[in-house]
């Protein structure tokens, strides 16, 4: 897709089409990046595991860090970068709940060991031992024995609901082209930026 597009987020899922059928390693794995009650700066990766007209999905314990800082702040901002393609994509926009629905269905299509992962992990919290874990986990694959594992209370997912999307495309010399999609009202402005 030439750009501008019409809708970022139509342009977002081609790319992310070739990207599944070209990179090396995952190309749902992004940098979340979140900012605490204090106004400090985290970020990681994570999955990105949906993406539609609403906006892109992640799963976490919701008690984790990342989890703490979007109940204070629910703004986040997304970077996915394609390597191979010499594509890197930019979402940033507020964060809300996924429905429960939505929860429930992914969490029964993850594995048994990281839904019985999911109940054992304090996600973010001190950790005395890997023995501890280890019992832990021990413990919820006896209580879930036999049985399907149910979500957990403090695990869901959060859609970033875009305000502002941008695609960047490594060029020779260092002189990309990049292109931002800025929110207005039920459409899109797009620009071109210097590299």
């Not at 979140?34 to 314990?61: C, H, Q, W």
Request: proline share 7%; net charge negative.
């Amino acid at each position: 897709m030439s750009h501008p597009a019409s809708d970022p987020i139509a342009a977002f899922r081609e790319a992310f089409a070739r990207a599944q059928e070209r990179e090396d390693h995952d190309p749902t794995a992004m940098t979340l990046a979140t900012v605490d009650e204090d106004g400090r700066p985290s970020a990681r990766m994570v999955l990105l595991k949906g993406v539609d007209e609403r906006g892109f999905s992640f799963y976490t314990n919701l008690e984790s860090r990342k989890g703490r800082a979007l109940a204070k702040n629910p703004w986040a901002a997304l970077c996915i970068h394609w390597p191979k393609a010499a594509e890197q994509i930019r979402v940033e926009g507020r964060v809300e709940p996924v429905s429960a629905e939505e929860a429930d269905a992914y969490f029964a299509s993850r594995v048994r060991g990281s839904q019985i992962g999911a109940w054992a992990s304090d996600q973010s919290r001190p950790l005395h031992s890997r023995e501890e874990l280890e019992a832990r986990i021990a413990e919820v694959t006896t209580r879930f024995e036999g049985g399907p594992v149910p979500r957990p209370p403090h695990w869901s997912g959060y859609r970033v609901v875009p305000d502002r999307i941008e695609f960047w495309f490594g060029r020779d010399s260092r002189l990309h082209d990049r292109f931002v999609y800025v929110r207005e009202g039920e459409g899109w402005r797009c620009e071109r930026l210097h590299p």
